[in-house]
């Protein structure tokens, strides 16, 4: 008997998407901000999807997740204690600053949907939720910078691209208020994109971040299940604090904390544009 094949593409751009072969589709629900649905997929694992976008997947997951705490955890010109993470409904990110040893990290996530998702099917993700270090606020972040009275040591922003609820993350308004929520020395990092399928989203990161800093940093991550491949981050021009050592994660390592700096010409191309 021939087994049906069931499938979840992605799609990237109207002639190419990245299909994979899934063994089960395990949810899918509308919430009052996007489509979540959860596969459980053959070679990358459980797989969470955003409005037909891949957030994360359980087997690689680690890459963006190291890339977007441990690269902006060792720019800072101190060590950092304390974190504001805004989206990250996943916990990856939360869970990765509390193993670097931050004290207090407070994460703002819009769609209170994607935490209980987490939490039932990425439990070793999101399990960072349960940590008291971690204060879980369910809300906007954008409304969240522009009120809060806290500073912090890093800002991440770990969130969807920059349509709905996320286009705000990449406005220089954005931008302004979260560099007053920064301590002095500190770090705010953004996820900007697939430079080859999202060079808008690079830009925009680069523009915001340029509005309320005196530059700007790019660095680049192999990210097999994101758009191309080749993902993008981007932070604020920091000093520099001596390191005498360098955690090693997965695919976090010395090398990778000089060499993600290191961009190609196409990458450069855009960020001069
Ligand atoms: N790793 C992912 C990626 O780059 O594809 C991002 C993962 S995380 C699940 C993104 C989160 O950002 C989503 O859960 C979404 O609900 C959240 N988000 C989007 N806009 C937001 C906002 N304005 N404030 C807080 N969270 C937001």
């Known amino acids: 008997m021939k087994l049906i094949e069931n499938w979840f593409s992605e799609r990237y751009s109207d002639n190419l998407q990245l299909s994979f072969r899934v ?26 999807t955003i409005d037909g976008t891949v957030q994360m997947a359980e087997n690689d997951e680690y890459i963006y997740h190291e890339m977007i705490t441990m690269v902006p955890y ?3 010109e101190k060590v950092p204690e304390s974190a504001l993470v ?22 703002v996530e819009i769609d209170n949907h994607v935490v209980e998702l987490s939490k039932r099917f990425f439990p070793e993700v999101s399990k960072s939720f349960s940590n008291s270090k971690v204060e879980l606020i369910i809300g906007d972040g954008i409304k969240y910078v522009s009120e ?17 609820p996320a286009e705000g993350l990449f406005s220089p308004a954005f931008y302004k208020n979260a560099s007053r929520a920064l301590n002095k020395g500190g770090v705010l990092v953004t996820q900007s994109g697939s430079p080859f399928y999202q060079p808008f989203a690079l830009k925009k990161a680069k523009k915001g971040m340029e509005s309320a800093f005196s530059g700007f940093k790019t660095y680049v991550a192999f990210i097999p299940t994101y758009p191309s491949g080749f993902w993008s981050f981007t932070m604020n021009p920091t000093g520099s604090r001596k390191l005498d050592t360098v955690k090693t994660g997965k695919y976090f390592n010395k090398e990778i904390l000089e060499g993600s700096f290191k961009l190609p010409t196409f990458v450069n191309d855009i960020l001069r544009s």
């Open 86 to 107: 805004i989206g990250g409904g996943d916990g990856g990110a939360a869970l990765r600053l509390l193993e670097l040893g931050l004290k207090r990290i407070v994460n």
């Open 74 to 76: 060792y720019m800072a």
């Open 23 to 48: 063994k089960d589709q395990l949810l899918s629900v509308k919430t009052d901000f996007q489509r979540i649905d959860i596969f459980d997929t053959y070679d990358f694992g459980k797989l969470l």
């Open 148 to 164: 809060t009275k806290e500073k912090f040591d890093m800002i991440i922003i770990d969130s969807t691209d920059p349509v709905g």
